[in-house]
């Protein structure tokens, strides 16, 4: 993506430095023969002084770089590193945009020290909603993040949607933002800048906080399992389920009993669940026959079976069998039953 040669470039821009400010930058953004960066208070320990003192010389170094004849030999360089965040959509996280330019650490290591000395490039710092992001166009950037919350708060907090709603979403809150950076792949590195939208390991976008993104047990797993299939399924189907979708061993009694005990689950048959949200109730058939009765008032035996299918997966002499309760239910002269108080 780069024409350049960054640590040719970073070589002679600090070539105008005194051997200690060399040093300092050299350590600070891990531009000598080790690429780890060091912090303030090491190199300080190195030369005896504060990490105040450090910072001041990091600081001054960078100062009279910018303000030196070589710097100005770069403006190539520097039109160019600008051109390549544009491209990327004006605003985008600091792994993204190193992710872009190179796959090589020390070469990453010398791009960012050339945003560092950039004029043109601001760097805004990881806060609790963003990590840390470049841009180049304060107004893009302060749209973009308005239009990552606003979409953030639009969900509900365990609500999933797909890629393509998230997306759609996102450029509806753009709509007033130059079409030259709306396409699909800017809107896609817009939302890793966000800390609270994640997606889950089935691509599915949501609170990055909610259980439903970042699945942590069986018990997620199993969700995203029964949810991705769409109709109720037997634990031991999930706990197969959950090994073929993320390569995860689940034992199947283990899962069945996550099944059970969580809320978001519900038996509607022999070993068989289903998702609350999709309207089932808990309970055994008798309860399920009194909260249909107890809501709808009476009906035939042909309607309560039909209800109750849509509940849960058995037969119909099950529910026959349990309306005969005569403590819970009572059939009256035109042949309906209704729940007893």
Request: aromatic share 8%.
């Amino acid at each position: 993506m780069i024409t350049f040669k960054p640590k040719q470039a970073t070589k002679k821009l600090l070539s105008v430095l005194p051997d200690r400010a060399r040093d300092v930058l050299e350590k600070r953004y891990g531009l000598g023969k080790s690429t780890a960066k060091q912090t303030l208070e090491s190199i300080g320990q190195t030369y005896g002084i504060t990490r105040e003192r450090v910072r001041q010389i990091e600081n001054y170094a960078i100062q009279s770089i910018q303000k030196s004849d070589v710097y100005d030999e770069f403006e190539p360089v520097f039109d160019e590193l600008k051109e390549i965040l544009n491209s990327l959509g004006a605003v985008v996280s600091e792994d993204v945009l190193l992710e872009e330019v190179s796959d090589d650490k020390a070469v990453r290591n010398h791009i960012y020290f050339l945003l560092v000395l950039g004029n043109a490039f601001y760097r805004a710092k990881e806060n609790k909603d963003f990590c840390h992001r470049w841009h180049v166009e304060k107004k893009v950037a302060d749209q973009v993040e308005s239009a990552l919350q606003t979409v953030f708060d639009s969900l509900e907090e365990d609500e999933l949607v797909t890629e393509e709603d998230i997306l759609v979403r996102l450029q509806d809150e753009l709509k007033d933002l130059e079409d030259s950076y709306r396409d699909e792949s800017n809107l896609k590195r817009w939302l890793a800048i966000s800390k609270n939208l994640d997606r889950n390991p089935l691509g599915e976008w949501g609170n990055a906080a909610s259980p439903n993104v970042r699945a942590k047990g069986i018990r997620d797993y199993a969700y995203l399992a029964v949810k991705r299939h769409g109709s109720p399924m037997h634990f031991k189907e999930v706990a197969d389920a959950i090994k073929e979708l993320f390569g995860r061993t689940a034992h199947v009694a283990t899962t069945h009993n996550e099944l059970i005990k969580d809320e978001r689950f519900v038996l509607v048959g022999r070993g068989l669940y289903a998702l609350t949200e999709w309207g089932y109730s808990a309970g055994v058939v008798k309860d399920v026959l009194r909260d249909i009765l107890e809501k709808e008032g009476p009906l035939s035996r042909e309607e309560i079976i039909d209800r109750v299918r849509k509940e849960r997966y058995v037969k119909d002499n099950t529910i026959v069998v349990n309306l005969q309760d005569i403590s819970l239910f009572k059939r009256l002269p035109d042949g309906t039953y209704m729940a007893i108080d």
